[in-house]
Nanobody, 125 residues
Framework: LQVVESGGGLVQPGGSLRLSCAAS????????IGWFRQAPGKEREGVSCISSTGGSTNYADSVKGRFTISRDNAKNTAYLQLNSLKPEDTAIYYCAPVQATCVKPFRRLYEYDYWGQGTQVTVSS
């Protein structure tokens, strides 16, 4: 049972990336999904979450209007579209499922069921 994040990379300020979160061994549609990030020397922070049906989403104030979370339950995958990237968005990005609602403030890290290895996003000129 695992989630695998992908899609990270090196991008210039103002650029875009699309991150994917693929689930294996379980059915993602029964879970809300949270995206988190952790920059060097900082705590892991919530970025966005989406309900199991996709009908409810939440965003951190720092990314609202720039990032978009979505999911395709038929593909057992969730996504995070990152637009207008800034150097301060540089971090390892993680996704995690939780059998609960998508709320803000985001749920505590220990409430999430599985964690992947993350995908590195670097925003630099």
């Amino acid at each position: 049972l695992q989630v695998v994040e992908s899609g990270g990379g090196l991008v210039q300020p103002g650029g875009s990336l699309r991150l994917s979160c693929a689930a294996s061994g379980f059915t993602l549609e029964y879970y809300a999904i949270g995206w988190f990030r952790q920059a060097p020397g900082k705590e892991r922070e919530g970025v966005s979450c989406i309900s199991s049906t996709g009908g409810s989403t939440n965003y951190a104030d720092s990314v609202k209007g720039r990032f978009t979370i979505s999911r395709d339950n038929a593909k057992n995958t969730a996504y995070l579209q990152l637009n207008s990237l800034k150097p301060e968005d540089t971090a390892i990005y993680y996704c995690a499922p939780v059998q609960a609602t998508c709320v803000k403030p985001f749920r505590r890290l220990y409430e999430y069921d599985y964690w992947g290895q993350g995908t590195q996003v670097t925003v630099s000129s």
